[in-house]
């Protein structure tokens, strides 16, 4: 599935030029004109990358930068700080708050697509690479394909996108929220437990005899993929 990048940006003619090249770029975007509604986008989904611009109405994007990264939630997500302020000192303390990049206006946009491209390269490598594997577990997104081992796993295309999301996020706990957000879309009218049928159907296609069971059910808080999915 297409990385998700979030666009804090209170200047509509920018965020509409950034909304238009990252999604032409591949990308599924998000945009919010306030630090606040940013804030709230990041409660609720999964996203990949945060563009983040400097002057906002109700708080200063260096300000947000830095209680993302005090609140411990966010430390892989990068941000990549937009403004007009280009002096040494305003990039050094962008840095000291944790952002990734800092690009300044006027911009040019192949190069800010560059720049964004290779923090999820490094970041999220699962998110761009045309084969996305786990254990003994693979999805080529390309062949739309999917093995564990040699065996070959068929799929319907919810369990597929299921699938998809659980190995980008190995590792890491999803709840049914974010789930459907990645899987649906926000503005699908999806119940919860819809969810647990799909993963009970994708764990019947994943495991076969004393096959391994890769997704963790965790109580309380939602689904995992076992980053050490393996065949018994």
């Known amino acids: 599935m297409a990385a998700k990048i979030l666009v804090i940006e209170d200047d509509e003619t920018i965020a509409t030029l950034l909304d238009y090249n990252l999604k032409a770029s591949g990308f599924t975007v998000e ?13 609720e989904q999964l996203v990949d990358l945060v563009v983040l611009d400097w002057m906002l109405p109700d708080m200063s994007g260096i300000e947000l930068c830095g209680r993302l990264r005090r ?38 946009v192949p190069e800010l697509m560059a720049r964004i491209k290779a923090l999820l390269r490094r970041s999220a490598p699962n998110r761009v690479s045309d084969v996305v594997a786990v254990g003994d577990i693979a999805l080529d997104r390309e062949a739309h394909r999917v093995t564990r081992g040699a065996r070959e796993i068929s ?12 190995l980008e996020s190995a590792g890491r706990v999803l709840s049914r929220n974010q789930l459907i957000d990645r899987v649906w879309g926000t503005t699908a009218d999806i119940d919860e437990r819809t969810i647990d049928v799909h ?34």
């Open 155 to 166: 799929l319907g295309p919810t369990e597929y996108r299921l699938l998809e999301v659980l």
């Open 31 to 43: 945009v919010a004109p306030t630090a606040e509604e940013g804030e709230l986008i990041l409660s």
């Open 71 to 108: 609140t411990g939630k966010f430390p892989r997500v990068p941000i990549v700080m937009l403004t007009a302020r280009g002096e040494e000192a305003d990039r050094v303390r962008g840095f000291a708050n944790g952002a990734d990049d800092y690009v300044v206006k006027p911009f040019s």
């Open 199 to 232: 993963v009970g159907r994708l764990r019947k296609s994943l495991v076969r005899g004393n096959d391994h069971d890769p997704i963790r059910t965790v109580r309380g808080a939602g689904y995992s993929f076992d980053t050490m999915a393996k065949t018994s």
